[in-house]
């Protein structure tokens, strides 16, 4: 298996732009996770998906900020108008939720790094 | 917000010694989880505790669990430099989900 697959791996945009960030998690994984990384914040659960409905966007920032899953194998962030504040490392993640006892691993994508000018 | 707080955030040894790690938390929980963080890549799991388990091992890797003071601690030992990455604890508070704390930066030198 290729792992959880994001695109693109970079990407610079200037202050207003929309900006998409795409994830493919593992296939079968039935539980999917965007997460941002920054050093003030750490890292922040964004929003996060069960068969591919949305469980819990309490993490998403603001109304600029939306998510979708339109089908198991696919996902996207969208932020617009983006601003220089959202310049951080988006990190999609999945996982398959068997475990009665608790929270399974997850498996991380190698992140976007987004740069707003 | 985060619910584990790590401790150091920052550790420098040499190669051969062993690391330790420690993430206090909050609230209660299912299990506690490690991952490791190369610069620049996503997070990778190393280890899964539960909340009824103490202390688990997985080859270099010693983790313990204390429920009553709400603390965990992850021990490197003979480390190496390939271990030089960042460490965090991960939280399950629930529905999958997982809380992270802030981070130890290990820099292990030859």
């Known amino acids: 298996d290729a792992g959880v697959i994001q695109s693109p791996r970079h990407e610079v945009t200037e202050m207003g732009q929309e900006v998409t960030l795409r994830c493919k998690p593992i296939?079968?994984?039935?539980?999917l996770f965007w997460y941002r990384q920054t050093m003030m914040r750490g890292l922040e659960l964004l929003i996060y998906?069960?068969?591919?409905?949305?469980?819990?966007d309490s993490g998403m920032p603001e109304d600029r900020f939306s998510a979708k899953m339109p089908n198991a194998s696919f996902s996207t962030l969208k932020i617009q108008p983006s601003e220089p504040r959202d310049s951080a490392v988006y990190f999609c993640a999945s996982t398959l939720g068997t475990e009665i006892l608790g929270a399974n691993e997850q498996f991380f994508g190698p992140g976007t790094r987004l740069t707003v000018l | 917000s985060q619910q584990g707080e790590e401790d150091p955030q920052a550790l420098s040894i040499q190669e051969g010694e062993n690391a330790t790690m420690n993430c206090s938390y909050k609230t209660s929980i299912n299990n506690l989880q490690w991952y490791r963080q190369n610069s620049g890549r996503g997070l990778v799991h190393l280890i899964l505790?539960?909340?009824?388990?103490r202390e688990k091992h997985s080859g270099r890797l010693r983790v313990t669990l204390d429920t009553s003071k709400k603390s965990s601690s992850l021990l490197i030992t003979a480390s190496r430099a390939a271990d030089t990455a960042s460490y965090f604890c991960?939280?399950?508070?629930?529905?999958?989900?997982?809380?992270f704390g802030t981070g130890t930066r290990l820099l292990v030198s030859p």
């Open positions: 991960a939280t399950d508070t629930g529905f999958q989900k997982l809380v």
């Open positions: 998906f069960n068969n591919n409905v949305p469980i819990d």
């Open positions: 296939s079968g994984h039935d539980y």
């Open positions: 505790i539960r909340s009824n388990e």
